[in-house]
């Protein structure tokens, strides 16, 4: 787990509820004062503004990607889903400010990180360790990752979550989602109420690390046949519900390999896509965080290594098959066997209207382009990301019937999305209908 060292600065976590419904107040007090003095000079040049436009500007979103950085835990995490997950609803510069949030995060100062392992592991914690680096390796939304040796010899990778991000997770949601209104971020008409109940129930989840040392050990086990990947190990008896002690891996960022030989990159993503093939059909089980931070590449050996399964979901168990329906109907070009498992699936909805359902279902058949062919789909070559996003732009403009899919058809989306995303990146040549084939 090789990471180049943290240029982020130190910045305490506020970790009272208070503290940090304080701060958010004040972020939004900052944003209304800012759309006031643009009113008043609007109307001094005989302008009438709409009270939209004047919110959703960048500096308003650069506001608020700021203060969720700041903040962390449940704050930054609904920053990241929106992003991530509306990125077709919010206009482009603001889906690029808040994609910020996935890649940045301040870490804990020294004495808050101490307070944080003495309430983990007592007072004496220090006595476990040969060395402990108080400088992180890497810092997310909940918790940030330092190296360590134990005495007993072991090479350690240990996740330390930020203080007060379990107790403070359902009043962040709700203050996250009040100020994301306030600042004119989420478009009118729009029901994000589902998915903040996700966000929620998904935090609980990744902020419990005795959770995450199950589903890394599950997947340990699910992949230990195949030498390709490595999981890292975890370690029981260093693990908490707030800490989270692993092995610790050697790896480059996966994105690394965009310079590698053609023939290399293909064979790491071809390795990763019959992964997420395999989650979906044969493990029914996900790790639904599609970050690039989450893979990376062991050059000496050529393995993948897999990192952070906190978004591990289970599958529901008619997924698979409904799935199985789409694709079949999908890669035969049947239109109505295509419409009914959508529409089992939640992807078309009761009394959507017909010009928004034949554009869903027309991006729907352009997205499996690359399976429908016997030969490597060039991801470098194509244009089929840009005429999927402005497939996707255009239904948005369709506010008024604008809704968000199911969950559980969002994360597995936000996986497919993900893996797409970063075979793009790479410039990879994979045939696609081969390494589906076999789950159908």
């Not at 390795?271 to 970050?291: G, K, S, V």
């Not at 499996?368 to 991801?379: A, I, K, Q, V």
Request: glycine residues 6%; charged residues 25%.
């Amino acid at each position: 787990m090789s990471h180049r060292r943290l240029e982020t600065k130190a910045l305490a976590v506020p970790s009272s509820r208070l503290s940090r419904l304080t701060k958010l107040g004040g972020l939004a007090s900052s944003i209304a004062g800012t759309v006031a003095a643009e009113v008043a000079l609007h109307l001094a040049r005989g302008h009438r503004p709409r009270i939209e436009d004047l919110l959703l500007t960048p500096a308003n979103a650069m506001k608020v990607a700021d203060e969720l950085a700041r903040m962390r835990g449940a704050a930054m995490k609904v920053g990241q889903l929106i992003s991530m997950d509306a990125g077709d609803v919010l206009p482009p510069e603001l889906a690029e400010i808040f994609a910020r949030l996935r890649a940045e995060a301040h870490h804990m100062p020294g004495p808050q990180l101490k307070r944080v392992l003495t309430h983990a592991w007592g007072v004496d914690w220090r006595g476990r360790f040969q060395t402990f680096d108080v400088r992180p390796i890497a810092a997310a939304s909940i918790g940030q990752v330092h190296r360590a040796q134990t005495t007993d010899g072991r090479a350690l990778a240990i996740k330390v979550q930020y203080p007060g991000v379990r107790r403070s997770i359902d009043a962040d949601v709700d203050n996250v989602a009040s100020l994301m209104r306030v600042a004119g971020v989420v478009p009118r008409g729009v029901d994000i109420a589902p998915m903040l109940a996700e966000a929620k129930r998904q935090l609980h989840q990744e902020a419990d690390y005795e959770r995450e040392g199950q589903c890394l050990s599950q997947f340990g086990a699910l992949l230990a046949d195949r030498s390709e990947f490595r999981v890292p190990e975890l370690h029981p008896d260093l693990t908490t519900k707030s800490v989270l002690a692993m092995s610790y891996l050697e790896g480059v960022p996966v994105d690394h390999l965009a310079t590698a030989p053609q023939a290399e990159r293909n064979r790491v993503m071809a390795l990763l896509i019959d992964l997420l093939f395999r989650e979906l059909f044969e493990f029914r089980l996900m790790q639904t965080d599609p970050n690039f931070a989450n893979y990376r590449y062991a050059p000496a050996t050529g393995q993948v290594v897999l990192l952070d399964f906190g978004a591990t979901r289970a599958i529901p168990d008619d997924f698979p098959d409904l799935y199985r329906r789409l694709l079949r109907g999908g890669l035969a070009g049947e239109r109505d066997g295509i419409r009914a498992a959508a529409h089992d699936i939640g992807f078309l909805a009761a009394g959507m209207p017909e010009r928004l359902e034949r554009a869903m279902l027309d991006m729907f058949e352009m997205s499996l382009e690359p399976l429908r062919r016997d030969t490597p789909f060039d991801f470098g070559a194509s244009d089929l990301a840009v005429r999927m996003r402005e497939a996707g732009m255009a239904m948005a403009e369709d506010r008024e019937h604008f809704r968000i899919p199911p969950m559980d058809t969002l994360f597995l989306q936000r996986k497919f999305g993900g893996m797409y995303l970063l075979a793009t990146r790479l410039r990879v040549q994979v045939n696609l209908r081969a390494l589906i084939e076999p789950h159908l």
